[in-house]
């Protein structure tokens, strides 16, 4: 059958879990630096859609394309590592210094991946710096600022807003990288991958990996936010938000409910031909005695 029920979807992502987290560190590189700029190809169109008058929800239909291409090809994404190799530990399956090197040099690679294209996108659309970018380079100055600046402008209600968005965020995002293990057909995976992608995106929550590519790319059209300002009020906050939701209510939480779970039948009975001597040997002592 082309679905595959939760039990066998846990044991399928505890096994891609373990093989993840032996990758070589040039591998987690590569793959999370592909997997960053993949993202990124996918938030510059929902950028373009919006630049252009269309709804939002537009740009939440088209934004999983993303993320049904890292996933296909197999790439690393730090959020969705989040949840895959949580349960993993708890499994037993991989030891704590694995998955945070597993977490540590994909996240790098994802950010590597996201600001070269966010500068590689920034030199396309400006003409190489000859131009400001029109509408699309201010909606881009607008969004960095939003994630940033207004967080700031709230204190600690708006940098535990981002955390939570963050929450939000990668509930879905790790639903979505999960059910690309619930069909063994690559039109199931797709389908089955983009209802909580664009759920997500169309809620407006944070992702830690999609604002690698928005919040440079809104400073390289010149929105005055610094480096210092991006990483303290949305990128950690934004990223131990998408670390909660990712191992707490998805990992963990699916990998308690549906592990295979060991019940008193499944214990190892007394073997018969062994328990029939034993009962020889009782009554043969039964006589001598007699």
Known sequence: MDYVNPVELVQEALRVAKKKAALSTCDLLLRGFLAGAFLAYATSLVMIVLSQGLPPIVGALLFPVGFVMLVLLGLELATGNFALLPAALAAGEVSLGKLLRNWGWVYLGNVLGSVFYAALFYLAVTNCGASAGGPLGDLLKQAAQRKTLAYMALG??????????????????????????????????????????????????????????????????????????WWLWNQIPVTLGNIVSGALLTGLALYVTFRVKQTPSDAAPVALPQRVEEIKLDRTAEAQVL
């Open 156 to 229: 600690g209600s708006g940098w535990t807003t981002a955390l939570v968005k963050g929450i939000l965020c990668n509930w879905m995002v790790t639903i979505g990288a999960v059910l690309a293990m619930v069909s063994r057909s690559t039109v199931g995976k797709v389908v089955a991958m983009w209802l909580p992608i664009m759920t997500f995106f169309a809620h407006g929550y944070e992702h830690s990996i999609v604002n690698m590519f928005v919040i440079p790319a809104g400073m390289l059209f010149g929105a005055p936010v610094s480096v210092r300002q």
